[in-house]
């Protein structure tokens, strides 16, 4: 006779898989990056609120006097776009009277909602000296409620970003949204999410544990690491989770930098066309209309 198991309401986080990238394709002239969803994995709503994650892989630009390299005007509405640098130094400017400079360490998290216009580029020192860039662009989609919020703008240096020190001397854990061993993040988000920067050094260790429910998802931006005992993972592999289980204890064999993503789920109707992401069709013909009748604002260029 055997007795029932007790459901382990802390078993380990199952993985759907381990994903790669598409080769990469460049945005505008100046960035360099592969697709990882949606269109190199088509994930669904199984990475929400993530909507799209475009990496930029360590590239070293040649140096130009040219001085906007990179996406000339253009409009989003419906989410955020955030944009984190690891090196390199990007610009922005947008139709609110927003601008900013993102070097390494910092991160920009702009809330497009209801309507911007804006251009990102190198930064023209930068562009002058080129070499190394690495970063990359995640937008991160807004439910029904916020889509047409007004615009907001969050630029968040290195500095501001909160450090957990990982124990037994493995690295630490920079809190650019949500929460990380009771550590709140420097981003304010509009539905429960976090992003977290991670540096393992050869032989540490680190865990996490998210509700079941939440999505999660785990990117190797450079190393070697084995999760949950026996899920290798390496640099540019992407990491998805399946919603059972919560603890993810990720073990790392050489130096190795990560980015891990979790949030709720917005369980709304994704609609894209380009750089809108709406609830419905209807929207997406609106939003066409308003860009075109100029309600997106202006950009001096
Ligand atoms: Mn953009």
Redesign the pocket.
Do not use: L
């Given at each position: 006779m055997t007795t029932a198991t007790p459901i382990d309401t802390r078993a380990e986080r199952q993985i759907a898989g381990v994903f790669r990238g598409p080769g990469f394709h460049w945005v505008g002239d100046g960035f360099r990056v592969s697709n990882y969803f949606p269109s190199g994995n088509n994930f669904g709503h199984r990475i929400s609120p993530f909507f799209l994650f475009d990496y930029h892989a360590p590239y070293s630009h040649a140096p130009t006097d040219q001085p906007d390299r990179g996406?000339g005007s253009?409009p989003?509405r419906g989410f955020e776009?955030v944009t984190l640098a690891w090196e390199g130094s990007v610009a922005h400017h947008d139709s609110t009277g927003n601008s900013g400079v993102i070097g390494p360490g910092d991160v920009q998290w702009m809330t497009a909602a209801s309507g911007i216009l804006?251009k990102?580029y190198h930064e023209a020192e930068y562009a002058r000296r080129g070499g190394p860039m690495h970063m990359a662009q995640i937008w991160v989609n807004l439910p029904k409620a916020h889509k047409m919020a007004a615009p907001g703008y969050q630029g968040i240096v290195d500095a501001d970003i909160p450090r957990v020190a990982l124990a037994g001397d493995s690295g630490y854990v920079r809190v650019i949204a949500g929460e990380y061993a009771g550590v709140k993040g420097a981003a304010r988000t509009f539905t429960k999410l976090s992003m977290l920067d991670i540096q393992l050094k050869a032989n540490g260790r680190a865990e996490f544990a998210f509700p079941a429910h939440e999505n999660a998802g785990l990117m190797v931006l450079n190393g070697h690491v084995t999760i949950n005992g026996h899920t290798v993972a390496k640099t540019h592999d992407f990491v998805l989770f399946e919603n059972a289980g919560e603890q993810i204890v990720v073990e790392a064999s050489e130096d190795s930098h990560l980015l891990m993503l979790n949030g709720e789920p917005i369980n709304e109707p994704v609609v894209q066309y380009g750089?809108f992401v709406m609830n419905t069709e209807q929207e997406i013909r609106q939003a066409i209309l308003d860009f075109n009748a100029g309600k997106f604002g202006h950009m001096e260029d």
């Open positions: 996406v253009h989003h776009t804006h990102e750089p």
